[in-house]
């Protein structure tokens, strides 16, 4: 029997619904379960699973480390730990850049506060003050300040004025943050991608409060705005090798802009999401799970990312 495992966090409807939704397809010799773990140790896989979905690592490192001995035994893992630990947001910007896909103007900023066990002299390569004027001059007023990797919103301000943004700033304690332009939006679109493959556009309003973001009241989107989201969509997983993620996009004059993509473990709460959101996730990302157990990818399609940017070929042919 080949077991489909469900790692999860503090959710409480999507894994019940999706182990259900698996298991009623009724594969002869793939299950799926919510996983039981204690102490792992090395070298030894936990519970024979052929596939996890991770929904938690982000949050617990002790998952992580763990997750990332199991795919070194051969279980696949959705998505790839080894990539969710490298990736930040100031890249994904890098990477959008090059593929073509509108971004932000976007800098990055320094610690606040010295990271511990570090001081003035390992900050020595670093020129201070920054050019706050050049810095100003490019990106605008209103601005946000975000933090560099992590999602939910959290560690995300407003800021007006450079002196709004130096007392927000002065409170980031060593947190890494950027400072990105406002995009001033006719429509914001929110997009499911699961298996690099599949996209759902949806109308989002991310200034409602959490449970009412997808009730949006946005123009009509014409068939071109639809297919560039689509396409948008589908070029950053399949650069970033995202299995399950969704993509943000701010329409400015007609141009998609994307504003967040590192969302790996998106929000697939029923209650939040709505009924019909809910079952296209539920249906495309069910399937896929069956799919990739009964079907493994190639080790070279797992992360094609440095080939993609690179401008190499991703079918498995040599470098």
Not at 303 to 315: E, K, N
Request: hydrophobic residues 40%.
């Amino acid at each position: 029997m080949r077991k489909i495992g469900i790692l999860f966090g503090m959710e409480d409807s999507f894994q019940w619904a999706l182990i259900d939704r698996i298991n009623e397809m009724k594969r002869s010799d793939i299950v799926a379960e919510a996983i039981k773990m204690g102490a792992p140790a090395q070298g030894v896989c936990t519970g024979n699973y052929a596939l996890i979905l991770d929904r938690i690592s982000h949050d617990v490192p002790f998952y992580r480390s763990w997750l990332k001995n199991e795919v070194l035994l051969g279980t696949q893992v959705v998505n790839d730990p080894f990539w969710s630990c490298a990736d930040d947001k100031f890249f994904n910007n890098c990477v959008a850049l090059k593929l073509g896909v509108a971004v932000p103007k976007t800098v990055l900023l320094p610690h606040n506060v010295h990271p511990p066990r570090t001081n003035a002299r390992s900050m020595r390569n670093l020129i201070y003050p920054l050019n706050w004027d050049e810095i100003f001059s490019w990106i605008g007023f209103p601005a946000y300040l975000k933090k560099n990797w992590g999602g939910g919103w959290a560690n995300v301000y407003e800021v007006r004025s450079p002196e709004e943004l130096w007392a927000t700033y002065n409170q980031t304690g060593d947190l890494v943050m950027m400072l990105q332009e406002s995009v001033a939006w006719e429509g914001y679109y929110r997009c499911y991608c699961v298996g690099r493959q599949n996209v759902l556009v949806m109308p989002y309003e991310p200034r409602n409060e959490q449970t009412r973001r997808y009730e949006a009241n946005h123009p009509p989107l014409s068939g071109e705005l639809q297919d560039r989201l689509v396409s948008d969509t589908l070029k950053l997983n399949q650069a970033l090798g995202y299995d399950l993620n969704t993509a943000e996009f701010a329409i400015r004059d007609g141009i998609p802009v994307a504003i967040d993509f590192m969302n790996s473990v998106p929000d697939c709460d029923r209650h939040s999401v709505g009924e019909a959101n809910f079952e296209w996730i539920l249906s495309h990302l069910s399937g896929y799970l069956v799919g990739r157990v009964e079907n493994p990818p190639q080790p070279y399609e797992i992360t094609p990312w440095p080939r993609i940017l690179m401008g190499w070929p991703i079918d498995g042919e040599s470098l």
